[in-house]
């Protein structure tokens, strides 16, 4: 009976589907620990283990059968790794700060060809790249990309060692200025030479007034009024 069970049962059924449930919780278990872990840490847990893989596969290939030391060094290497990594991790051995996680990370942005492009040259207004050279603008009629599904666009900062940002807000209806506390977006802050990239979450160039207000806000004078090409009116 135990035999018959054994050959029927156990070995072609609950001994596969039970190995196949261990791999599920290792992969698993080393998937979790990665992407609740930091770029850094998940690479230094990446490297550690395939040092240790390395290791075991060494030791296993010039040893007809491993001491109880060896088997030691095999288990230390294939288990320390993922124990720190997990540790980490899960806030034991440190403070990782949500969006520094792995899971938490923006993904990597293709920037188009088509962006639309904004340029601060120096700290009295913004300019816009044309064939002629950078024109400054107190207007900025943006075509939204064919290529990105959200409102996106590239700043770049040419002005040496001075910080410049765009803040896009809604107009107070009367006057071209902003309404208080009605920014719509505001970009990181860069210095100069340099460009960002400013991606919505989620948000379409078609949901932006008519017309919108946009700015420095480390240099208010560098402002203009946006309209989306082809947005009515």
């Known amino acids: 009976m135990k035999t018959e069970f054994r050959n029927r049962v156990f070995l072609p059924i609950v001994l596969p ?23 850094e840490g998940a690479l230094a847990v990446a490297t550690v283990a395939a040092a240790g893989i390395l290791l075991t596969a060494s030791l296993a290939s ?27 991790a899960a806030g034991l051995l440190g403070d990782i700060a949500d969006e520094d996680r792995n899971i938490n990370a923006q993904p990597l942005l293709v920037v188009p060809d088509d962006a639309p492009h904004i340029v601060s040259e120096n700290s009295i207004e913004f300019c816009l790249d044309t064939d002629a050279g950078c024109e400054p603008a107190e207007t900025w009629e943006v075509t939204p990309s064919t290529e990105a599904e959200v409102l996106l666009f590239v700043f770049e ?5 001075v ?21 719509i977006l505001v970009t990181e802050t860069i210095t100069g030479q340099d ?13 932006l007034p008519e017309e919108w207000y946009f700015f420095c806000a480390i240099h208010p004078q560098m402002a203009g009024v946006g309209t989306v090409a082809g947005a009515e009116g």
Do not use: C, K
């Open 195 to 207: 460009e960002t990239v400013y991606r919505g979450d989620g948000m379409g160039w078609d949901e």
């Open 17 to 39: 589907l039970a190995v196949l449930l261990a791999m599920a919780l290792v992969i698993g278990g080393v998937a979790a620990i990665l992407l609740y872990n930091t770029h």
């Open 157 to 161: 900062n040419r002005e040496v060692g």
């Open 163 to 183: 910080p410049h940002n765009v803040v896009i807000a809604e107009l107070d209806g009367t006057t071209d200025d902003p309404a208080p506390g009605a920014d």
């Open 62 to 88: 010039s040893q007809d059968r491993l001491d109880g030391s060896r088997r030691a060094v095999i288990a230390f290497a294939a288990v320390v790794p993922f124990a720190l990594g997990g540790a980490y």
